[in-house]
């Protein structure tokens, strides 16, 4: 079994990586879902600022691994599929570590890395309903992740796709990373 937990602020490209992991057939997660679904429960409208609200409760009230431990019967759930997941949004080091104990060594941490502007211009053309709208909400939401801790994490995972250039450029390095990660685990996708 793997679980690949990818870490990187709003717009670096983790849910590209994602989608690449998906292609090859391995099942994915995005940890803002499940606080998207909370959001919802709560009965409040879905945008950024809710959604934003809802995250730092969560960790507020079940501490910063508060998400994680959230996602952990989803994950187990999706590794039975394949004996591989992906898990999209990691926020802190504290999710690491609720993800190594429960996988161990079987978690792989990917870091995906953009400078600010690169990153703002991406979210502000995509139009995700949790997607800061100007720059100041970018910001804003920018330093939410780091007071969360995500820089940490970041700054700590086990591998780095740099995504600096085009989306295709990322794509390719990202099949790689899994196909070789297949391979290696013996779950095919040589």
């Not at 079994?1 to 602020?9: A, R």
Request: aromatic letters at 4%; charged letters at 35%; proline letters at 2%.
């Amino acid at each position: 079994m793997k679980v690949v937990g990818l870490v990187g602020l709003q717009g670096a490209g983790k849910t590209e990586v994602a989608k690449v992991a998906l292609s090859l057939g391995i099942p994915c997660l995005r940890m803002g879902e499940v606080v998207i679904a909370e959001t919802r429960r709560l009965g409040l409208e879905v945008n950024e600022e809710n959604v934003g609200k809802v995250a730092s409760r969560l960790r507020e009230m079940g501490g910063k691994g508060a998400v994680a431990r959230m996602c952990l019967p989803i994950i187990r759930e999706k590794l039975r599929e394949r004996g591989v997941v992906v898990v999209d949004g990691i926020r802190s080091l504290e999710e690491v570590e609720e993800f190594r104990k429960a996988f161990g060594r079987d978690l792989l941490v990917v870091g995906v890395w953009s400078s600010p502007l690169l990153r703002y211009s991406r979210i502000s053309s995509r139009k995700r309903e949790d997607d800061a709208g100007d720059y100041e909400r970018f910001l804003q939401k920018e330093r939410r992740e780091l007071e969360w801790g995500a820089g940490n994490a970041l700054a700590l995972a086990d591998r780095l796709l740099l995504n600096e250039g085009t989306l295709e450029e990322l794509r390719t390095k990202a099949e790689e990373l899994f196909r070789g990660m297949l391979r290696d685990e013996g779950l095919g996708g040589g």
